[in-house]
């Protein structure tokens, strides 16, 4: 499968715990995007990363919010002290410098009780 | 306000149907336009990009007015299988992140 995949599918943690989740980006990607999902919402935007620098990062991603792409490939987004509200999927999307598609991963299901 | 408007639906209709789904964008500084879908539980895949002429892909139409700041999708002789929601999205000049709508969700039934 050379589509984005993403670990963890679904995580369940207690509030206060901390999680992080990684992404795999289609390999000739140099593009990698994270995206918030909460129930009959679109996804809404986190962070961008262009090779290894984070060139985006949204107003929704708090101090508790750090995402890394340390040699330009694989992703991890970190969250500390987790809160109820922190419960969502979390995607991962990739593109090419050039293209207009972000390509998805099936993302990771966030479930803080 | 949301940047892109859309309305949630639902919306039933009977296989073999037309139907037809808009949305609104608020800022002008869109320059990129498309139409995502999602099925329950799963990740967004592109259905197509939106262009200021119009665009066709089989049983698929989207149209774009700049002027009024309005998306279309319009879908012919729906299918079953097309149930699903059906996200607007921009990108907007200088960023590379995708603005979504909320999605319309579509159900067809036999």
């Known amino acids: 499968d050379t589509g984005v995949s993403q670990d963890p599918r679904h995580k369940i943690t207690k509030r206060g715990q901390n999680v992080t989740f990684r992404c795999d980006p289609i390999?000739?990607?140099?593009?990698l995007y994270w995206y918030r999902q909460t129930l009959g919402q679109g996804p809404e935007f986190l962070t961008y990363?262009?090779?290894?620098?984070?060139?985006?990062k949204s107003r929704l991603l708090s101090d508790r919010f750090s995402a890394e792409r340390p040699k330009g490939s694989f992703s991890t987004l970190e969250i500390q002290r987790t809160e109820q509200g922190d419960s969502a999927m979390y995607l991962c999307?990739?593109?090419?410098?050039?293209?207009?598609?972000?390509?998805f991963g099936p993302g990771t299901r966030l479930t803080v009780l | 306000r949301k940047e892109v408007e859309q309305d949630p639906g639902p919306f039933n209709v009977p296989e073999g149907a037309t139907v037809a789904f808009n949305c609104t964008y608020s800022?002008?500084?869109?320059?990129?336009f498309f139409w995502y879908r999602q099925d329950c539980r799963k990740e967004p895949k592109l259905l197509m990009s939106?262009?200021?002429s119009g665009n066709e892909d089989g049983r698929f139409t989207a149209q774009l007015n700049r002027a009024s700041q309005y998306i279309s999708l319009l879908i012919r002789d729906s299918k079953l299988s097309d149930s699903a929601t059906y996200l607007c999205?921009?990108?907007?000049?200088?960023?590379?992140?995708?603005?979504f709508g909320t999605g319309t969700r579509l159900l067809v039934s036999p």
């Open positions: 999307a990739s593109s090419t410098e050039g293209g207009n598609e972000q390509f």
């Open positions: 390999s000739e990607h140099n593009r």
């Open positions: 990363f262009q090779n290894e620098a984070q060139l985006e």
């Open positions: 800022n002008s500084a869109s320059q990129s």
């Open positions: 939106v262009y200021s």
């Open positions: 999205v921009v990108k907007n000049t200088g960023f590379q992140k995708l603005v």
